[in-house]
């Protein structure tokens, strides 16, 4: 069960059990199950590290706009 006092707590659960899911099936289907396994969980955390990246990117554009229209202090 997914509980937590956050937004992003229950969202890091509940990503972390459907990964888990979809590992399973992958692996119950699967003939070679654990290098399938092995290769959907490197892909998810691939296309999650792609994720995190561009929101980095998009908070840094952000904070700079924000910082040359006078809206947020230098250097935050």
């Given at each position: 069960m997914c509980v937590g006092s956050s937004v992003a707590e229950w969202l890091a659960c509940w990503?972390?059990?459907?990964?888990?899911?979809?590992?399973?099936?992958?692996?119950?289907?699967?003939?070679?199950?654990?290098?399938?396994?092995a290769h959907t969980h490197r892909a998810s955390v691939h296309q999650s590290a792609k994720l995190v990246a561009a929101l980095l990117r998009v908070v840094r554009i952000t904070a700079g706009l924000a910082e040359s229209n006078g809206n947020l202090l230098p250097g935050l």
């Open positions: 990503t972390r059990r459907r990964r888990a899911g979809v590992q399973l099936a992958v692996a119950i289907l699967s003939g070679n199950s654990l290098r399938q396994t």
